[in-house]
């Protein structure tokens, strides 16, 4: 049984678990492939390791408010102690607004990385005037500030009201209307007023590459303002988990929180769909009360029961986890945008695990084709390969306790 004071195993474990997901999620061998015949896109991965098309959540939908919950968690932790100086408040809050600026200038960095591309045969550099603005890493760094702030000068009431504030106005400015620009439409993305503002602001040349012709980002910045109420639900069940009360009352708490989040999630989405890319108010709600209920079976099994074995891999990948994270994204970019012969380094690599299986390449599996379902077998065995060089990188850190913090 864990007091208050001790370090809470199970956050420890979630953050590294979610880290390992991404790096995972975001590199398998093949996203798939045009069949030019049916004029479609044809997945290479199994349903549960690619995003939604559009509405809807699979598991690996829930990675990224799942970190988004334990970047909330985590301040909880760290602030909660702190904030009640309120004389120490300029001082956190210089701190917050430090690191999460440098959290966004390195996904800006991240994302243009190697700021070369191979077009029509040839390497051309590519600059700032192209690089994209959005992101990953820069959602998290916004979040960080504005609900890092946030915790510092609130109260846990003013929090939750905070929260359901953000959950309806966000509903609201997803239907604002702009007469001459766009009629409000939820079932595209750049028909509503998030994508507007980042095209205005922005301007399409700095939005995510797949999607500059239509004018939107996955990361909007309009999107960024519920992602803040997704880090609040991790703010309010840290602040929770470092009450006094008993392990079982904090896991029973946060169980009964999260499944009335999710259920309440499931019959908003009869009117507000759960959607990813929108980051709608019902995702928030849903992928926040699953993140409760993970997090509660966690501390039960790991900070209860003391079952820690488990966590100890995934321990490592938190310890270092903007290390991990970058590590990986920079390295899977460089090798994709490098040409060897007819295709890239990771296309080469891909195609050779795909050989295991297959003499057909990636590109020919289409509708159809005899191994598809081997093209997925093949797409995922690359992703999960590309986690163990890294995975022995960060366990050499953490054994000579080099943590590199921003």
């Not at 988990?241 to 169980?255: P, W």
């Not at 992928?287 to 995934?314: E, H, S, V």
């Not at 945008?337 to 289409?366: K, R």
């Amino acid at each position: 049984m864990t007091s208050v004071n001790q370090r809470i195993v199970s956050i420890d474990f979630l953050r590294g678990l979610t880290i390992a997901l991404m790096i995972v999620v975001n590199n398998p061998g093949s996203w798939g492939a045009w069949d030019s015949v049916h004029s479609k896109w044809i997945n290479h991965l199994f349903l549960p390791f690619s995003h939604s098309h559009w509405n809807g959540c699979t598991s690996t939908d829930l990675i990224f408010p799942f970190f988004i919950f334990i970047v909330g968690a985590s301040i909880a932790f760290a602030m909660g102690g702190k904030k009640q100086d309120a004389n120490n408040h300029s001082k956190l809050i210089g701190k917050i607004i430090k690191r999460g600026f440098i959290i966004f200038l390195l996904g800006v960095l991240k994302d243009a990385f190697p700021y070369f591309h191979f077009v029509n045969g040839e390497y051309e550099a590519w600059g700032p005037w192209d690089w994209r603005i959005p992101g990953v890493l820069q959602r998290i760094g916004l979040v960080f500030i504005l609900g890092g702030i946030l915790f510092v000068k609130s109260t846990p009431k003013i929090l939750l009201w905070t929260l359901i504030s953000i959950l309806l106005g966000y509903w609201g400015l997803l239907y604002i209307e702009i007469p001459g620009a766009y009629d409000v439409d939820l079932t595209v993305p750049n028909k509503n007023f998030g994508a507007w503002l980042d095209t205005k602001l922005l301007t399409k040349d700095h939005l995510w590459p797949n999607s500059r012709k239509d004018g939107w980002d996955p990361e909007s910045l309009l999107g960024t303002i519920p992602a803040v109420a997704s880090a609040i639900m991790g703010m309010l069940a840290g602040t929770f988990i470092k009450s006094e009360k008993t392990v079982l009352e904090k896991v029973s708490g946060l169980f009964v929180a999260g499944g009335i989040a999710t259920v309440l999630a499931l019959g908003w989405d009869l009117l507000y769909p759960i959607n990813k890319t929108l980051w709608s108010s019902s995702y928030v709600l849903y992928t926040g009360g699953i993140a409760a209920m993970c997090t509660a079976f966690c501390i039960w099994l790991m900070d209860y029961n003391g079952n820690q074995k488990i966590a100890r891999p995934f321990i490592i990948y938190g310890s270092n986890a903007l290390t991990a994270y970058l590590m990986s994204e920079l390295v899977s970019s460089l090798i994709h945008t490098i040409q060897v012969g007819d295709s890239s380094i990771s296309g080469h690599i891909a195609n050779f695990i795909l050989s295991w299986f297959t003499d057909a390449p990636f590109t020919e599996i289409v509708e159809g084709h005899s191994d598809l379902v081997w093209a997925k077998f093949a797409s995922h065995i690359y992703a999960f390969l590309w986690m163990i060089p890294f995975y022995f990188i960060l366990r050499w850190m953490y054994h000579r306790k080099i943590f590199i913090k921003v």
